[in-house]
């Protein structure tokens, strides 16, 4: 009788693999450790971390996207709570570190199941059931928001930002709603945000406070030459993709000049072409000249003479919200220049900023275009309130788009988890310990709060359980800013719905995703070379070809 026991070999010399529960084991260690890394900096009073890559630049933030984005993370389930993070970031903006610390705190949940001997699947059911209803509970306690509630919005905008650097100064949430309600466009009954019509740009010096909102384009370019116009009044502005410059033949090509006539008729040929390409401008009617390749110092001392303020090799980005903001029209040749694809703008000037001269296009056509121009005391600081504002922008738009916001401070988790807890005892079996286990990782939101907070947090979970299944207590969350269990609603404490719900479906699918793996296999990208005796690696498979 043959024996079938003999081990069979089908992976490359030097290849490692786990399999089963060890495999789960790894998986759920790197989950846990990548959630504990960002746990900390949740709400108001987290602690930032300080990241220094491999060139000594050093990054400074609480922004969970932004701190494991900067992580140098190899584990490839490290990998995947990063991504949760960036999608939870894509998508709306915020919640980023809640989204993972849910991941984290589901796969260690299911540690303890696995080690009871419940199979992943079971787990993996019961998580789905518990994510659906903790959506459909979400969706129940949230309360509807109009768009020319203002206070509200600010609100959206403040709890997003708190916790940050930003917050130390008020005035750049103020800045963010007043954004937001000049970009919104009504389409359809609609009201349609594209946050890329906020352009922001940073200049160190001064402080957060003197961060200024303009109505309109700024340019982080100064005006080419000293003899052109530095404030133009009624600006005509042409926008062209193309260098005001004489090109060279594309070919090799050889031109002999044997006399210095020659060479004065053909700088004089030069000079021609770039007074005829000036001239092409003068008579669109412009005034400015944005460009976004190079100007020949010739073109420049010919569009001085005409009174025209030119700017060049701005960025594309630039020229789009340029044309979006003036109404303008990019033109990729110099003759295809005329009237029709002229923008307009009240003002074009140029000002210092932070040592540097920019210039800045306000009074656009089209006033759905705006810039915030963050100013700060160091390089990480207007770069944390930077990553500030992004999170308000998007939590403000989302709550607008949604139509819908949850009172925070852990308050959603807290309700989603008493109600869970109920609705596993309908379901019974062994899904609902999964159903207990994802109403446990919800806890852990408030839990951390309370933790930030310097609160007894098992105290803080007994007490909040209590109040949620008491009646009216469904807005009952942590106060982190005076370390008590309080009411959101009066503290006004605000989330957009779709932060809440985009969290648990994020941190659900990673959890399911990772539980469901079983073997991990490291190839190893060398050859291997081949065993003595041809294939006999292969467990006695003989000569077979690869």
Do not use: W
């Not at 299911?110 to 518990?130: C, M, N, T, V």
């Not at 959603?412 to 079996?429: D, H, K, N, S, W």
């Not at 807005?475 to 008590?484: P, Y």
């Amino acid at each position: 009788m043959a024996d079938n026991s003999q081990q069979v070999v089908f992976l490359p010399e030097g290849s490692k693999r786990t399999r089963g529960r060890d495999a789960q084991r790894i998986n759920i260690l790197i989950a846990k450790a990548v959630a504990n890394a960002v746990k900390s900096t949740l709400g108001p009073k987290g602690m930032d971390k300080m990241i220094v890559d491999e060139l000594g630049d050093i990054t400074i933030s609480n922004d969970g996207a932004t701190i494991l984005g900067e992580m140098s993370i190899e584990h490839p389930a490290g990998k995947m709570m990063v991504e949760i993070a960036k999608t939870q970031d894509q998508e709306v903006g915020d919640g980023t570190t809640s989204a993972v610390v849910i991941g984290g705190s589901l796969l260690k949940n299911a540690e303890e199941l696995l080690d009871d001997e419940i199979h992943p699947s079971i787990i993996i059911k019961g998580y789905r059931l518990a994510a659906k209803k903790a959506k459909e509970i979400a969706a129940e306690i949230a309360e509807p928001i109009s768009f020319k509630d203002t206070k509200i919005l600010r609100d959206i905008a403040l709890t997003s930002m708190t916790g940050k650097a930003a917050e130390s100064a008020g005035e750049l949430t103020d800045l963010v709603v007043k954004a937001i309600i000049q970009i919104a466009d009504e389409e359809d009954g609609k009201i349609k945000i594209d946050i890329d019509n906020v352009k922001v740009e940073k200049k160190q010096g001064a402080s957060l406070a003197e961060s200024q909102l303009i109505q309109g384009i700024i340019i982080d370019k100064e005006i080419v030459h000293n003899g052109m116009p530095k404030k133009i009044k009624a600006a005509k502005i042409a926008l062209v993709d193309a260098a005001l410059e004489i090109k060279g033949p594309e070919t090799d090509t050889k031109v002999e000049i044997s006399s210095p006539e020659q060479l004065q008729s053909f700088l004089d040929k030069e000079e021609e072409m770039l007074r005829k390409m000036v001239e092409t401008v003068k008579k669109s009617g412009a005034n400015v000249l944005i460009c976004q390749k190079g100007i020949d110092d010739v073109a420049q001392h010919f569009l001085a003479k005409e009174g025209i303020a030119a700017i060049r090799r701005v960025k594309q980005s630039d020229m789009e919200a340029l044309a979006r903001a003036t109404g303008a029209k990019i033109v990729s040749r110099i003759n295809d220049l005329s009237e029709k694809e002229i923008g307009k703008a009240d003002i074009v000037r140029e000002n210092k900023i932070g040592g540097d001269q920019m210039v800045f296009v306000e009074g656009c056509k089209n006033p759905k275009s705006v810039s915030m121009l963050i100013r700060g005391g160091s390089e990480h600081v207007i770069e944390e309130a930077e990553r500030a504002v992004h999170d308000g922008l998007m939590a403000t738009a989302t709550a607008i788009k949604d139509g819908k916001i949850v009172y925070g401070g852990g308050s959603p988790e807290m309700e989603m988890a008493v109600r869970l807890r109920e609705f596993a005892q309908t379901i019974g079996g062994k899904e609902q310990l999964a159903i207990d286990a994802f109403a446990e990782a919800l806890e852990e939101i408030p839990r951390t709060l309370a933790e930030t907070a310097g609160m007894d947090p098992l105290e803080t979970l007994v007490n909040l359980r209590a109040r949620h299944k008491a009646k009216g207590g469904k807005t009952i969350g942590v106060d982190v800013i005076r370390s008590i269990i309080s009411d959101m609603r009066p503290l006004n404490v605000i989330e957009p719905l779709s932060v809440k719900t985009q969290a648990i479906t994020s941190g659900t699918e990673v959890a399911e995703m990772l539980l469901r793996i079983d073997d991990i296999i490291a190839g190893n990208s060398k050859k291997p070379s081949m065993p003595p005796g041809g294939m006999g690696g292969m467990g006695g498979m003989g000569d077979m070809e690869m």
